[in-house]
């Protein structure tokens, strides 16, 4: 019996370790070939979890197949990095007078339909840039109405120590709302312009700016959405301890949604490498990817391109809060001409993502 069970649970922990396997090659596979990697790449976190206490059971049990998923574990460490980073602050470049720094955030309409009940959001999240001082802000599920506290004019004023900007609004209600993505910089932009993707609200602004006598290209990004309902993580944990006819039809919805979203975001993604690989100057990627980095997307867009939370955060780099694993959708990705340090995911509770920052300095070249 005893032997039984073991093998009932050597043969699990050889499926998922197979499993494992098929998340590194996710990043590989368009959704729009096969969806299903999609899925996989997605459930990394789990999976990941699941192989590492299969290692410690087979520790403690004294068996050498701790080896089959703590090999493949291995295997996949680039992976494992982005998802969690020790960088000492030895390692950090010393912030001087040529550095610049940037930060990016998904506002979620400045809680303007009131998901939290803190009143005082927006002025929250404005407080906390100017205590952070930013060169650049990078603003997605950006919201303006006309007059009143939330008018561009009104947001102007209060980044004041950022007076050049850039605002394209991918839907407008005239007279009542206008959304879409806004970049603020204390440098001069000399070049603006708007990557469309079809029957969407989402899209990509960047923006050429001057800093210290180089011209660096911002994106400030936002991919396609889910659009799924607020209460699907209840949905979700739900199908743990039950489930009926209602529940599997949740499911099949929330399914499809998501996979219709990561085949729009395949494409898009192919779109913006190709523009950001085009670019006449050293670009720095901002935004809400709605990917995480275990995906197709992401691997297309940060082709060239380093991760500033790889490279000088510490920690999970979770960015998105309403979600029991930690998921990180949201990034800034730089050229290699450039140096990152101090990479910060401020765990706030004023939108559903983190705002995410980091300084940066131009590698010093040869002489």
Not at 110 to 135: C, G, L
Not at 195 to 213: P, R, T
Not at 304 to 320: P, Q
Request: with cysteine; hydrophobic share 40%.
């Amino acid at each position: 019996m005893r032997n039984l069970f073991r093998n009932i649970l050597l043969i699990i922990n050889l499926a998922l370790a197979f499993v494992l396997i098929l998340s590194y090659l996710s990043v590989y596979i368009s959704p729009e070939k096969a969806w299903i990697f999609a899925f996989i790449g997605l459930a990394y976190s789990y999976i990941l979890l699941i192989n590492i206490l299969f290692v410690i059971f087979w520790i403690i049990f004294r068996k050498w197949y701790f080896l089959i998923s703590l090999l493949i574990i291995l295997a996949g460490w680039d992976s494992l990095k982005k998802l969690i980073r020790v960088n000492p602050k030895s390692h950090q470049v010393e912030v001087d007078e040529n550095s610049f720094r940037i930060m990016s955030n998904n506002v979620r309409l400045f809680n303007y339909y009131q998901w939290e009940k803190d009143t005082a959001v927006r002025r929250h999240m404005m407080a906390y840039i100017n205590a952070e001082v930013p060169s650049v802000v990078c603003f997605q599920e950006f919201l303006t109405l006309p007059g009143g506290n939330i008018s561009l004019e009104a947001i102007k004023r209060e980044l004041k120590n950022m007076p050049f900007t850039h605002v394209h609004y991918t839907h407008r209600i005239p007279g009542k709302t206008n959304f879409g993505l806004a970049t603020f910089s204390k440098y001069p932009i000399i070049n603006k312009g708007f990557i469309e993707y079809k029957n969407s609200l989402n899209g990509v602004i960047f923006s050429d700016m001057v800093i210290a006598k180089d011209t660096v290209r911002i994106y400030n990004c936002h991919l396609q959405s889910v659009k799924l309902k607020p209460d699907y993580n209840k949905v979700l944990d739900s199908l743990i301890f039950y489930y009926d006819q209602r529940h599997f039809n949740e499911m099949k919805s929330i399914t499809v949604k998501l996979r219709d979203a990561y085949i729009k975001r395949a494409g898009q993604s192919e779109v913006l490498s190709f523009h950001i690989q085009s670019s006449p100057h050293p670009v720095i990627v901002c935004g809400d990817f709605n990917d995480t980095p275990f995906s197709y997307s992401y691997y297309r867009i940060s082709r060239n391109l380093r991760d500033a939370f790889v490279t000088s955060g510490s920690g999970i780099g979770s960015t998105y809060r309403q979600n029991i694993a930690p998921i990180r959708i949201d990034y800034i990705l730089y050229d290699p001409s450039l140096c990152s340090s101090h990479f910060v995911n401020k765990k706030t509770h004023w939108s559903d993502h983190y705002p995410v920052m980091c300084d940066f300095t131009f590698v010093q070249k040869a002489d």
